[in-house]
């Protein structure tokens, strides 16, 4: 999976190189590249809710939360099934 966020914003940030036989290289220092790291993974949260959102039975149309044992109303990450899953993407 690609983050589209975190390839931008090493374009703009990345210093270009050249070198022996016009090969180019892009050079990021190391706070840069964990900034692309942290674009990347936010990036990666935000579609994974998305298309856990996108599947998830308990939402009918209206994206209103069917599950009796969480919370009822529009699906938020306030929901403690929600918060199952997104510290399931964070390991925790």
């Given at each position: 999976m690609e983050s589209k966020k975190a390839r931008e914003f090493i374009e703009r940030k990345a210093l270009i190189l050249s070198g022996y036989n016009?090969?180019?290289?892009?050079?990021?220092?190391?706070k840069k590249a964990e900034e692309a790291v942290e674009i990347a993974e936010k990036e990666m949260m935000e579609k994974a809710i998305e298309a856990h959102r996108n599947k998830c039975d308990a939402l009918n149309d209206n994206k209103i939360c069917n599950r009796p044992m969480f919370k009822i109303g529009v699906c938020d990450d306030e929901c403690a099934y929600m918060q199952g899953f997104i510290n399931q993407l964070n390991n925790k």
């Amino acid at each position: 999976m690609e983050s589209k966020k975190a390839r931008e914003f090493i374009e703009r940030k990345a210093l270009i190189l050249s070198g022996y036989n016009d090969d180019e290289w892009s050079v990021l220092d190391k706070k840069k590249a964990e900034e692309a790291v942290e674009i990347a993974e936010k990036e990666m949260m935000e579609k994974a809710i998305e298309a856990h959102r996108n599947k998830c039975d308990a939402l009918n149309d209206n994206k209103i939360c069917n599950r009796p044992m969480f919370k009822i109303g529009v699906c938020d990450d306030e929901c403690a099934y929600m918060q199952g899953f997104i510290n399931q993407l964070n390991n925790k």
